[in-house]
């Protein structure tokens, strides 16, 4: 592996270990948050995360906020995983630049994928339920916050990913063959 | 596969090994391994060229095509 390409992917571990530590927090926090409210302190609702006040959810159903509340946890803890496979691939050092086309590459970039998708559906699921809520004149935080914005991105990453695994695919065999070629 | 390779039958022939083979080829053993048990899925031309020279033999002496009866 060159020194160039080293330092990216060094880089790039780093980036994902902070990002996966960030998303980690938060998933806990979206969780204990949740149980928090529930079971102990309906106080909680109040400051449920950074700027994400689900008070006015809380008082106006319960089973409303425990449904917005599930997405938020679905959706954190997929993109925790997401992370931890990212994490895990650096950190197996399984991206060998100079056989990249491989099954372990493939296997990762399927679980990407499918990961991508299930994040853009819950999220548009959250999406269009928050919206549902704040027709009935619940007012709860904007989709940003609540960090169930930006399904069509997810859905178009996992789609793409997906794709590009069926490339590797064909990669894979032909590097095979290049391998058995004497 | 209906191609048949015959690399260990000639080098038994030319009293050959295959250690020997791969010094005067200048192929690894791992390669002329897979070239002799089968394994390889193409060969290039100049490494038959220079097997068939070093074996003093020609390419179908080599290569063989065997039907195989499903």
């Known amino acids: 592996m060159s020194s160039k390409a080293d330092c990216i992917f060094k880089a790039l571990n780093i980036v994902s270990w902070i990002i996966f530590v960030g998303v980690c927090i938060e998933a806990g926090g979206f969780i204990f948050n949740t149980f928090f409210t529930l079971l102990l302190n309906p106080v909680g609702a109040i400051r449920f995360w950074t700027e994400v006040n689900l008070s006015e959810l809380y008082y106006y159903n319960q089973r409303d906020y425990v449904t917005v509340t599930s997405l938020m946890i679905i959706v954190a803890v997929m993109r925790a995983l997401m992370f931890y496979f990212i994490v895990k691939i650096f950190h197996e050092k399984k991206l060998n630049l100079s056989q990249p086309f491989n099954e372990t590459v493939r296997r990762f970039i399927l679980r990407i994928a499918y990961l991508g998708l299930g994040i853009g559906l819950f999220s548009f699921w959250g999406a269009k339920y928050s919206e549902g809520l704040v027709n009935k004149g619940v007012k709860i935080p904007d989709l940003q916050y609540l960090r169930l914005g930006g399904a069509d991105v997810w859905l178009f990453m996992g789609i793409t990913l997906l794709i590009i695994a069926q490339i590797f695919k064909k990669g894979i065999e032909l590097q095979n063959e290049n391998d058995l070629t004497v | ?70």
Do not use: H, W
Request: proline share 1%; with cysteine; aromatic share 2%.
């Open chain 2, 1 to 70: 596969m209906s191609i048949i390779v015959n690399l260990d039958v000639m080098m038994a022939k030319r009293k050959m090994s295959l250690n020997e083979l791969s010094e005067k080829v200048d192929l690894t053993l791992s390669n002329l391994s897979i070239l002799k048990t089968g394994k390889a899925k193409a060969i290039r031309f100049t490494t038959l060229e220079v097997i068939c020279k070093v074996l003093n033999c020609q390419p179908g002496d080599i290569l063989e095509y065997r039907e195989i009866e499903k």
